[in-house]
């Protein structure tokens, strides 16, 4: 039984974060250093939070299993992060940064999270400035910015198409200088396995270390989760190749609530699959959209080259479906549209699964060099992966899976619903509802690792009254015991396929019956099918090597054992939520014109579960959401 | 497409390792390199062998993970291009290709292609960044930052942090590494109050980690996927040499 209880603090939404910060315990600066602090992950909210945890004299333990804390998944963002500095005089607010994530996000986050991200944003830009982040200049030397995802604001700050990379390395520098004092002790290339619990608190993690393949725990006071997004399910998505969801689903096995797994995002503008050896999906930037127009051929089965097919046979179908928005519809909308078209019989390029984004009237109108001086690295890049050249031809485009809103369930200060086990970043389910918005995400994983959990650990260490535990306590070898079995289990199965195989093909699976849109029927059949596929898995899989070593399959492995549980959280909850909403479209559920419907009546919840023991049903929870501030009303980009 | 495969293997850092051949059929060209070195793998774990171990994640070229030695040029024959971001048209039918990891003595081999590089990571800890803790900083307008250094800083800030620049210099240095990091933070008005101490904390730990000297070879820079510019270590020097004769 788990209870929900957001904490969320009384009084009006625009003093909320203020009352809760003075109300909060505080910890006596000489007893920080008494407290151990576990941080599993160096992505943006990783590394922020050991960062800022130990400029506070609280010792970190802090861990990755990459070879260096800088390589953390979020370095590949490109478009940039918002924030309602309103440097551009154009309207911006911290109102109105609050009011465009609640309706980005299709009603289905919590309003007093969302707010306090849009208060805290303007610190995150102050904060990175301060660490060298090279942020993009105007020649008067103030920081620029631009519009992104649809925002009718320029709230966007970036450096260069490597925004990511920049405020990674910004977090990282504040890392590597608390881990050369001393303060923070950094384990790279350690796997979290497994969370611990004493007398129903988090107290430590088991990890395998991926060179010597010892597997080892570590005790502490409290323990932080900011290990990421699980797009990989679906095998094939923009996201790094190591990306999983092992530490959530391992902590949610242990108790913790697991929100809205099915929220997944499908990102409109990704370089299409061009064979079955095809091992991720590449971005392209979102800003493309600004000049490029998206078509396919009006006629089915229309095999022409793009260039052989007039005006009269192209269906700009985003321009006509959605005038006011066009190119620039929400990622969702667009996605979806592109997935129509294609299935429709109207796709481009080999296997008829991509559409064209057009840069030949911008070229006319602009020149050739101007849209080389807004997109030429992109241009590069796209022509270094699929060989043809955009300046000639249109780009192929197709939808992949890109982010992931749900996560583990998390209280106002950040804390699941096991006491002491706090999720930051992607990880967690909290602040983008249904649908996150261009440039929110490296906003959120760093308010909350450098300015929320700052403030709430202190909370939780100050009032926690359980004693100090070691790695000597019986639940520490027993979670060691499981973990050391696993590994075993996983080496002595010694079947015919490769773990990748098993990946390849739930990826599959999820993408058809889980992906854009959903049907209860795709989905029964999805939940009939992954039991059967992890059951093959646990008698047919072939990892080679040893534990004790270096042995990349078994990392592999132990990754896509829990997607294949995990996958079938997610199909649970794609058809428990009967509605659609942002990136969740059940085609049951549309307006006339295949919009998505939202059925608020019943729906306006988030969706927790409960983990209920091996090949059982989970349990779902809800946490009803109030919109006191922004009201509940139908988005519309027409 | 058919290749030839040459491929460094090596069980741990204390075994001794060797080049083992490996013929592979059915490459197409529209493959990355290192989804044809997937295809392998897959052949491998079929026939129950171990699959080459190579770091490697993003695939995008931004993580610095990947780390090859492509007949001998680091991240392979094309310009700008990090390993990851390889494809084999680039690549005749028939081709032998020889694959390595990084060879330099700060960066040992921990199995087959893969390095440590925590030598790196350490000569940040020592000094690659600008103390400024959370919460203590001021409106971000208020630090006005021409369009001109900001544009070189992030030049410099592009370094990946992958090593190639090390393993293309005969005397293993990571000058062009480390001057990169120096640039961008002492090309802008942040960075000024410790710009005397990270250059002599920085460049000490690099000699430290048994990095080797730069006599201006400039193959760090044709090597380097981001482009990075020999010009920087040229500012390092300078730097350095200013911090050592007047101080910090
Ligand atoms: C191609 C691409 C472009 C994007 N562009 C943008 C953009 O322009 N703007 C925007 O706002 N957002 C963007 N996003 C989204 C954004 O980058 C991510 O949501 C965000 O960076 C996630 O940060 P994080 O700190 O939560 O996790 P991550 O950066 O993914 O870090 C996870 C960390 O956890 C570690 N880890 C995970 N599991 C374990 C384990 N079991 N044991 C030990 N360590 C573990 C990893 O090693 C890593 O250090 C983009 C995403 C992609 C894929
Ligand atoms: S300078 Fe270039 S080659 Fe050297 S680590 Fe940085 S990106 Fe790699
Ligand atoms: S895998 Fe990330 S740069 Fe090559």
Known sequence: MITLDSKIPSGPITEKWDKHRAEMKLVNPANKRKYTVIVVGTGLAGSAAASSLAELGYNVECFTFHDSPRRAHSIAAQGGINAAKNYQNDGDSIWRLFYDTVKGGDFRAREANVYRLAQVSVNIIDQCVAQGVPFAREYGGYLANRSFGGAQVSRTFYAKGQTGQQLLLGAYSALSRQIGAGTVNMHNRKEMLDLVLVDGHARGIVTRDLVSGKIESFAADAVILATGGYANVFYLSTNAKACNVTSIYRAHKKGAGFANPCYTQIHPTCIPVSGDHQSKLTLMSESLRNDGRIWVPKNKGDKRPADQIPEKDRDYYLERKYPSFGNLSPRDIASRAAKEACDDGRGVGPGGYGVYLDFEDSIKRLSEATIAERYGNLFEMYERITGENPYKSPMRIYPAPHYTMGGLWVDYNLMSTIPGLHVLGEANFSDHGANRLGASALMQGLADGYFVIPYTIGHYLASDKSTKVTTEHPEFKKAMEEATAQTQRLLAINGKRSTNSFHRELGLLMWDKCGMARTEKSLKEALDRIPELREEFWNNVKVTGKGEELNQSLEHAGRVADFLEFAELMCHDALEREESCGGHFREEYQTEDGEALRNDDKFCHAAVWEYNGANKKPIRYKEELTFDNVHLATRSYK | ?248
């Open chain 2, 1 to 248: 497409m058919k290749l030839l495969l040459k491929i460094w293997r090596q069980q741990n850092s204390e075994t001794e390792g060797k080049i083992v051949d490996y013929m592979l059929d059915d490459v197409s060209p529209d493959m990355s390199f290192l989804e044809m070195l997937d295809v392998l793998n897959e052949k491998l774990i079929h026939k129950g062998e171990e699959p080459v171990a190579f770091d490697h994640d993003c695939r995008e070229g931004i993580c610095g993970a990947c780390s090859l030695m492509i007949n001998g040029v680091p991240h392979g024959p094309e310009k700008a291009t990090t390993t990851c971001q390889l494809h084999m048209r680039k690549f005749t039918d028939g081709q032998e290709i020889v694959i390595e990891p990084w060879r330099a003595a700060p960066f040992p081999v921990i199995k087959d292609l893969v390095v440590d590089r925590g030598s790196f990571d350490r000569i940040i800890q020592k000094g690659g960044f600008i103390s400024a803790s959370t919460g203590s900083a001021q409106d971000g307008n208020t630090i006005l930052v021409s369009k001109i250094d900001a544009d070189a800083s992030m030049d410099a800030a592009a370094c990946i942090g992958c090593g190639a620049c090390v393993a293309a210099c005969k005397n293993g240095s990571a000058s062009l590494f480390v001057a990169a990091k120096l640039s961008h933070l002492g090309l802008l008005p942040q960075g000024q109050p410790e710009r005397s101490t990270r250059v002599l904390a920085m460049v000490m730990q690099m000699d430290e980690e048994g990095f080797g000297s730069c006599t201006n070879t400039y193959d760090c820079e044709a090597a380097c996927p981001k482009g990075i510019s020999v010009k920087n270590i040229a500012r390092m020097n300078r730097d350095y040499l200013k911090a050592s004769l007047f101080g910090v």
